[in-house]
């Protein structure tokens, strides 16, 4: 099979699946992907928090860049009866988001530090 490398590509070309409904925002000169996956909270399989402000409805995700380990990477494409390679310039991995967790936290010590006050005021 014949082969081609692609030069027509003088931007980096982006390909992005994700299932519907996910909201994705990615910001090319930051190499930052954000994607936040709906939940379904009222599925038998979520969990069983009897709280619900407790539960989380979204799924984020955050790239981190991956090290660049010095091995060029490709993507091929067979168009008719080539192959078209083009180069990939950097690889990003996902990971949970956990911020919410920064709320809950940040809620709990509001909490902590109104009681102090009140504690206070009593003496």
Known sequence: MPFAVAKAFLSPAHVLACRAGAKAQFKPQAR???ISLPLD???ENYGDCDEPHKRIKSLDLRSTAVEDTGVAYAV???RGNQLVLMP???TLQL???M????VVAAKRTDG???EGEAEEEEE
């Open 88 to 90: 990939v310039d950097y």
């Open 95 to 97: 990971r949970p988001n």
């Open 99 to 102: 911020s919410y967790l920064n």
């Open 76 to 78: 091929g494409v067979v």
């Open 41 to 43: 909270t009222e599925n």
């Open 32 to 34: 930052c992907l954000e």
């Open 112 to 114: 902590d530090e109104s």
